[in-house]
């Protein structure tokens, strides 16, 4: 068992950044691939980014390539997801997620943080 618990939301105007944290308690975090999602008001909920265990690897759903960057501090058992140049069609609730089998798998979820970029 993992716990997720987000942080680091909230309003932002187009253009600027904001940084989510995710910090995991449980089991050993180093053997999770970890990813965000996110849910806009009436879609469904889709990847973003997604980190494998060591955290050599990265990979973006296009929308955000260039503009979002995913890290992990696998000894503060915290993944990080930096988000620059935000639009307003980011706006949404963001999920990480956590899989011990799969990347972007999602075994464990947090409960989530809203980011609201205004136009």
């Known amino acids: 068992q993992v716990q997720l618990v987000e942080s680091g939301g909230g309003l932002v105007q187009a253009g600027g950044s904001l940084r989510l944290s995710c910090a995991a308690s449980?089991?050993?975090?180093?053997?999770?691939?970890m990813a965000w999602f996110r849910q806009a008001p009436g879609k469904e909920r889709e990847s973003v980014a997604a980190i494998t265990k060591g955290g050599l690897n990265t990979y973006y759903v296009d929308s955000v390539k260039g503009r979002f960057t995913i890290s992990r501090d696998n000894v503060k058992n915290t993944v990080y997801l930096q988000m620059n140049i935000l639009k307003p069609e980011d706006t949404a609730v963001y999920y990480c997620?956590?899989?011990?089998?799969?990347?972007?798998?999602?075994?464990?979820w947090g409960q989530g943080t809203q980011v609201t970029v205004s136009s």
């Open positions: 997620a956590a899989s011990s089998k799969a990347l972007y798998g999602h075994d464990y």
């Open positions: 449980g089991r050993t975090f180093s053997i999770y691939y």
